[in-house]
């Protein structure tokens, strides 16, 4: 199984909502990561997960709360969003290596009212 | 942050043509890989090639680097219109990865 993937494919939420992404690879791969890509952007890191911690934290506002619950397994806690967070969110794995292909999912497309 | 700058930012050309997309890049580097995107949807990695090899290919792919330059090129050769989507390169180390800006590549029928 060489998939990522990520539900909801759609989400739309208000600013007081709370929400959750999640993600999932069965490829046996020890690091997971989060991007948001906004239109016709490239893909900017948020997140890196390695072994189940967090390693890379790109600065990123608190109202994103990564959690890795275990090494299939990521999640992006939302809450208090703003318009503008409104974008595409990637997850996508790796091994933990110097030379590392990543598996990308197909994302989630958010739209914050 | 972004890492790299690519150019063109958009290409358009016909089926059956060649299409070179270049890559640079700003710091050290242990790898430099290439994405395509399709409109909205996930990234699918292509091609990786590593800071001591100089060219590397695969099927229609042909990727370079000069690290000297800090630069890359990817090659798509017969070019179809299946591969009109946008090409990232992507620098990093370890688990850092790092996107440039893209280009747009549109492949005419």
């Known amino acids: 199984d060489t998939e990522v993937t990520q539900t909801p494919k759609h989400l739309v939420m208000g600013m007081t909502n709370k929400k959750s992404l999640k993600c999932e690879q069965h490829?046996?791969?020890?690091?997971m990561y989060w991007y948001k890509q906004k239109a016709k952007k490239p893909p900017e890191l948020m997140f890196v997960?390695?072994?189940?911690?967090?390693?890379i934290n790109e600065s990123v506002p608190s109202r994103f709360s990564p959690e890795c619950p275990n090494s299939s397994l990521l999640n992006l806690h939302l809450h208090a969003l703003q318009p503008e967070d409104s974008a595409l969110y990637l997850c996508?794995?790796?091994?933990?290596?110097?030379?590392?292909?990543?598996?990308f999912g197909p994302g989630t497309r958010l739209t914050v009212l | 942050s972004q890492q790299g700058e690519e150019d063109p930012q958009a290409l358009s050309i016909q089926e059956g043509e060649n299409a070179t997309m270049n890559c640079r890049y700003k710091?050290?580097?242990?790898?430099l890989q290439w994405y395509r995107q399709n409109s909205g949807r996930g990234l699918v990695h292509l091609i990786l090639?590593?800071?001591?090899?100089r060219e590397k290919h695969s099927g229609r792919l042909r990727v370079t680097l000069d690290t000297s330059k800090k630069s890359s090129s990817l090659l798509i050769t017969a070019s179809r219109a299946a591969d009109t989507a946008s090409y990232f390169c992507?620098?990093?180390?370890?688990?850092?990865?790092?996107f440039g800006a893209g280009t747009r590549l549109t492949v005419k029928p």
């Open positions: 996508a794995s790796s091994r933990l290596a110097a030379y590392n292909e990543q598996f």
């Open positions: 090639i590593r800071s001591n090899e």
């Open positions: 490829m046996g791969h020890r690091a």
């Open positions: 997960y390695s072994y189940e911690k967090l390693s």
């Open positions: 710091t050290s580097i242990n790898n």
């Open positions: 992507a620098t990093g180390n370890n688990n850092d990865m790092r």
